[in-house]
């Protein structure tokens, strides 16, 4: 077996992930990365653009390879959606948040809501929520502490998205609409899917500072939040940014201007220097 696993791994290393995409091994390469602990997360902070509190955190996955590489989710989340490694990946983090989440009770820890994201892929397999509860029960964790975003597609339809909605929240959870403005959302969808929280895409972020930019931005942001909605800001990396934002009463700021994404011993500085 240790001489098969070496073999293995000479040869995994020598590919690049384009050539892996196409090679049937893949399917192994996959799971060993996973038994082997390749795949970390990260962790965003969310801030209040008014106190610079820390409210909350986004997991974002990182897969760092046995020769130290480490791979973004751009490189890598593509092709698991199209070959369907994707649920397993989307669960594995959400098992691991939450696993993270009771570690920090444990130890006796303030606990902030820890977001993961669910590829729409995911939200295809017909007992994606059974799925969630169970694993969230298995930990006895509030399902509050871990909001889940989903991006809106069009590949998906409105009525299966509300309908999957509406089971997430009968389970408990939080939901964020991901990416809003980046393209595949419609304001006419806001009506009739009851999401929690809608994130502004860093696109729409990048208007400020243009007139009519600001107008769009201002006017999206009353309506959402007269339909009761949160809103979180990703993306933000300026002081302006952030005072714009602070003067539409957005909820939380996700960006750079704040932090990037951290390991989870820095995280747990930056939430010791930022808690009211
Ligand atoms: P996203 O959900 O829109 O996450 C925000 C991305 O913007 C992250 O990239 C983050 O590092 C980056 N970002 C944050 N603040 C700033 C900023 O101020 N400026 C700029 N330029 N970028 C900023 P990352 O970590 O590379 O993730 C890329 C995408 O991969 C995510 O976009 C998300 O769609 C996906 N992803 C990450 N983790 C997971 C996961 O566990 N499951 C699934 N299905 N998708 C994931
Ligand atoms: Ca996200
Ligand atoms: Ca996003
Ligand atoms: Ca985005």
Not at 30 to 56: C, H, M, R, S
Request: include cysteine; aromatic fraction near 12%.
């Amino acid at each position: 077996i240790k001489g098969k696993r070496t073999r293995h791994y000479a040869f995994y290393e020598d590919l690049d992930i384009k050539q892996l995409s196409e090679d049937r091994l893949m399917e192994d390469v996959f799971e060993d990365a996973l038994k082997n602990g390749e795949f970390q997360l990260w962790y965003q902070p969310k801030v209040d653009p008014v106190t610079g509190n820390i409210l909350g955190a986004e997991a974002l996955i990182r897969w760092k390879r046995p020769d130290g590489t480490m791979l973004s989710p751009g490189k890598f989340i593509p092709l698991f959606e199209k070959n369907g490694n994707i649920t397993t990946l989307d669960e594995y983090v959400f098992r691991t948040v939450c696993a993270q989440q009771q570690r920090w009770l444990q130890a006796g820890a303030t606990l902030y809501p820890i977001s993961v994201n669910i590829s729409r892929v995911s939200l295809y397999y017909s007992n994606v929520v059974d799925k969630y509860r169970e694993i969230l029960n298995s930990f006895r964790l509030d399902p509050k502490y871990v909001p889940l975003e989903i991006t809106e597609s069009a590949t998906i339809d409105n009525s299966d998205i509300s309908s999957l909605i509406e089971q997430f929240h009968e389970a408990g959870f939080t939901l964020l609409l991901d990416d809003f403005g980046s393209g595949y959302s419609s304001l006419s969808s806001l009506n009739v899917m009851h999401f929690d929280t809608i994130k502004l895409d860093k696109s729409l972020i990048d208007y400020i500072g243009d007139r009519n930019g600001e107008k769009l931005l201002l006017h999206i942001t009353q309506l959402l939040q007269s339909f009761g909605m949160t809103i979180t800001a990703e993306g933000v990396e300026t002081s302006d940014q952030v005072e714009f934002l602070k003067n539409l009463h957005c909820d939380d700021i996700q960006g750079y201007y704040f932090s990037k994404p951290l390991p989870v011993n820095e995280f747990e500085d930056f939430v010791r220097k930022h808690t009211g």
